[in-house]
């Protein structure tokens, strides 16, 4: 009996031991980014995405699972971009992730210093996937003729503005929902927007400098006012950023018109963001200049707490009008890349995971609880986003004038310096717009050199 | 004859043994003070970017550093920052606090400055959120909320005053190292000294000015010359607080550095660059540190101990 017994023990631990070393277990990492809190879909799809590969390969009778180790960061861009660059350039697949999701600004400096690898291959092993995804945001994704990325997710910017406000300022009704369709017109110009501002001002519905507020910090949203005031900022030809003097003295100019009149502080660049989305999503800001299609959904939740059918209710958005009348409005939408790194040793697997985790039902989740847009064209039809009326709108309003930030490795020098050499010293009173102009030219020089066109 | 010499013998194990203790920190020097200097050093004559390529192109960074226009006011902000928290705050605020809270009972003493080092325990980023509501321009901030209920127009603090910002919120945490110093230096000195002053009836402020000042003569000036090197590299207030703004305004010449390595936003990651304006404030800092020692006569100071430790 016990000679039994022992036999059954030992054949079951030998049968255990044997089954455990069967299942392998291939372990995924990956990185992922807010930095606003809704945002956690980014990883949650993926992690979904895993979920349905192991249930496949279980059932497939295969011998391996995926795990996923999948971190979130929702401190800010800045610190994101900081550690993952510190951590690719150790080379070492130990601490480099399998597959990042960042910004797609992001792909020329790493593809440059080998840190991702082309996707073109991987891409074309999969056509049911990759022909649904929207051609124009291939574009962002493609360096030096290769595509390198897979679109993650795309937003629209945009000008809020509080319905409620422009109601108690005198604006009828009628006159307030047309907005939209005047700026996709061209009969609703940038500086419309500063006469709101002051019919809001003078009818005592907001406070003095709380009329217009725009974001303290640089990002790709002013890029649209070059764009809107008749700029460019890339020569495709040459692939060399561009300055163009006149549409950036127009925004400088524009910029000054905003703090000189009152609607705007001169330290907007010291206010904090939650004190700004408060301000704005509370109704003590009439306009907020550079919104995002994510910030709806972001007012949805803590601190901000506003239900969607209020925000609904009193708040309108439209793309960034054109300096002149008649001309085309501007959305610069900014999409979110899946990126394969170089040091990952199951390139395949990850990239499997990307395409699984880019399925109509997942980003169409990340998308709605997100406030972003579709990627992919199936998704317009599939009627969880069709019945979201925020993205719906979104895609109406904004979709058709979306324009990109240049795929060069120093745009995001280039909008920072916009920022805060330009925008910030004209606000705060240092430099005046054409001094301001000068001192731009002078930097974008010094640090760029021959890689900037400057244009009249 | 030599290995035979027992004396010399002696001396060389004393060496090998006094070598031998000092080890441990002759490695962490060499490691994490030296060789950090030495790699920055010769990162400063490449033109590393996000790459991380050791493309060496000579004096470049310097003469770039000679072109670029925003030197001038990043050294004239560098000098007035340094300068000024040391004058104002790191030692003579802090002298004063350690002057006061030693003239009064010893439990109150205590108390007040348990107080003072409150901010230096505070993580940063907490303290520097602090003054972020402290300062906002709008009137939900600290001091435009009272402004605004004395019926006067919210100012934009860090654009107005961006000097006093963070020499102020610099100096808060930095005035506490002085005071405990200062501190212990006051309670070293003997007693009678102060007994005897009494009784020929000086007053409070004499005895501080002829007896207490010239007895804590070497930590004032051991003060003056270790936060002058600490504030010169010191950055992370300013980073958090102002980020160095509004353009420029408050940027410091280490902040300045920092912004060209890793600026926001996935900024320039000029790690050669930044390298080398790194460099050139280890420079000034030697040059610094040679001068103190020569100008406060520091050999001294070594040489013989001028306070009676009791």
Request: charged share 15%; with cysteine.
């Amino acid at each position: 009996m016990r000679k039994w017994l022992l036999g059954i023990l030992i054949f079951g631990l030998a049968a255990g031991l044997v089954a455990a070393q069967d299942v392998k277990v291939i372990t995924i990492k990956a990185w992922t980014v807010g930095p606003d809190d809704p945002s956690i879909t980014r990883k949650l799809n993926l992690e979904t995405a895993v979920e349905r590969l192991n249930q496949m390969l279980e059932f497939s009778g295969a011998r391996f699972r995926v795990e996923l180790e999948a971190t979130f960061v929702t401190t800010s861009w800045s610190d994101y971009k900081r550690a993952n660059l510190l951590a690719l350039q150790s080379g070492d697949p130990a601490k480099i992730a399998d597959i990042i999701i960042t910004g797609h600004e992001d792909i020329g400096p790493y593809a440059e210093a080998g840190y991702i690898v082309p996707l073109d291959n991987y891409i074309a092993d999969f056509p049911e996937v990759y022909n649904d995804f929207f051609p124009a945001l291939w574009e962002a994704c493609r360096y030096k003729g290769k595509i390198w990325g897979i679109p993650q997710d795309t937003e629209a910017r945009m000008f809020y503005y509080r319905k409620d406000l422009l109601k108690a300022a005198g604006y009828s009704e009628e006159f307030i929902e047309s907005i939209p369709a005047k700026v996709a017109a061209g009969e609703f110009v940038l500086d419309d927007i500063i006469a709101l501002g002051q019919k809001l001002l003078e009818a005592g519905v907001v406070d003095p400098e709380m009329a217009i507020w725009h974001r303290p910090t640089p990002g790709t949203d002013w890029f649209q006012f070059i764009y809107a005031f008749g700029g460019e900022l890339y020569d495709p030809e040459t692939g060399k950023l561009v300055v163009d003097k006149s549409a950036t003295l127009a925004l400088f100019e524009f910029v000054k018109k905003l703090v000189d009149l009152q609607l705007t502080p001169s330290a907007m660049s010291q206010i904090s963001w939650p004190e700004i989305h408060t301000n704005f999503s509370g109704g003590k800001v009439g306009i907020n200049l550079t919104g995002g299609s994510w910030n709806f959904a972001e007012w949805q939740h803590a601190p901000y707490n506003k239900s969607f059918e209020y925000l609904w209710e009193n708040i309108g958005f439209a793309p960034i009008p054109a300096a002149e009348k008649g001309g085309k409005p501007v959305s610069v939408s900014h999409p979110l890349v899946h990126l394969i790194t170089a040091a990952s040793q199951h390139k395949d697997l990850a990239f499997l995971i990307v395409t699984m985790a880019s399925a109509v039902d997942l980003n169409t989740r990340h998308a709605i609880s997100s406030g972003h847009l579709a990627i992919r064209k199936s998704q317009l039809s599939y009627p969880p986003y069709y019945a979201d009326v925020f993205a719906r709108k979104v895609s109406e309003l904004c979709a058709p004038f979306a324009r990109f930030s240049p795929n060069h490795p120093k745009a995001p020098f280039y909008w920072e310096t916009l920022f805060r050499d330009g925008i910030v010293a004209v606000e705060v009173g240092a430099l005046s717009p054409a001094e301001a102009l000068e001192n731009f030219i002078k930097r974008m020089q010094t640090e760029l050199g021959d890689q900037v066109i400057i244009r009249e | 004859m030599s290995s035979g010499d027992p004396k010399r013998t002696g001396r060389a194990k004393g060496y090998l043994q006094a070598f031998l203790f000092l080890l441990p920190g002759l490695i962490l020097i060499l490691l994490f003070f030296l060789a950090p200097v030495i790699i920055t050093a010769v990162m400063g004559f490449t033109n590393m970017d996000y790459r991380f390529q050791w493309n060496f192109i000579g004096l470049g960074n310097f003469f770039r550093m000679a072109d670029d226009f925003l030197i001038p006011k990043i050294l004239i902000n560098t000098l007035v920052y340094t300068f000024g928290t040391l004058a104002i705050f790191n030692v003579t605020f802090g002298l004063i606090l350690a002057l006061l809270t030693t003239s009064i009972s010893e439990r109150v003493g205590l108390f007040f400055r348990a107080l003072w080092l409150l901010p230096r325990f505070t993580p940063p980023v907490v303290y520097a959120a602090i003054w972020l509501w402290i300062l906002s321009p709008t009137r939900n901030g600290l001091l435009n909320g009272l402004r605004v209920a004395m019926g006067l127009r919210p100012i934009a603090w860090i654009s107005q005053f961006p000097w006093g910002v963070i020499i102020i919120t610099n100096g808060i945490i930095g005035a506490s190292m002085g005071m405990l110093i200062f501190t212990s230096a006051i309670k070293a000195i003997p007693r009678d000294y102060l007994w005897a002053a009494r009784v020929d009836g000086a007053s409070w402020f004499q005895e501080v000015r002829h007896i207490v000042l010239p007895l804590i003569r070497w930590p004032l000036m051991f003060i003056t010359a270790y936060q002058t090197l600490s504030l010169l590299t010191s950055y992370e207030y300013i980073l958090l607080i102002t980020q160095g703004g509004p353009f420029h305004a408050s940027e410091v010449w280490s902040l300045y550095a920092y912004n060209k390595a890793f600026s926001a936003y996935a900024g320039t990651y000029e790690f050669g660059y930044a390298a080398a304006l790194a460099t050139v404030l280890v420079l000034i800092g030697t040059v610094a540190s040679i001068a103190y020692w020569k100008i406060f006569r520091f050999r001294e100071m070594m040489a013989q101990p001028r306070i009676e430790v009791s």
